[in-house]
């Protein structure tokens, strides 16, 4: 018996994609043996990637929320500050 499913993939948005292959992950434990994915999918290796894409998006989360914590000091020691740059270049090129 042949079976057409369609899904509509959410290819501009990798949280709902994930979300998307933890259902289809999901949906196959549960119906087992009558699940359509057996012999057409690898499902150990579909549910080893979708964990570590998993927690790829983990840590580009945390590490986005820390980018976004204050930097620098807590309290101005001065009122003004004094700033040096200094440029390199190198031989033959300045």
Same mark, same amino acid.
């Given at each position: 018996m042949v079976r057409t499913v369609r899904v509509?993939?959410?290819i501009d948005s990798p949280k709902e994609s994930l979300e998307l292959c933890k259902e289809i992950s999901e949906?196959?434990?549960a119906l087992g043996l009558a699940s359509p +994915?057996? #012999?057409f999918l690898d499902m150990v290796e579909f549910e080893t990637k979708?964990? %570590?894409a998993a927690q790829k998006q983990k840590d580009g989360n945390t590490r986005q929320g820390d980018s976004q914590a +204050?930097? #620098?000091p807590e309290t101005l020691v001065s009122p003004t500050s004094r700033y040096? %740059?200094?440029i390199v270049y190198p031989r033959g090129e300045g």
């Open positions: 509509d993939l959410p949906k196959h434990t +994915l057996n #012999g979708r964990a %570590s +204050l930097h #620098g040096l %740059s200094i």
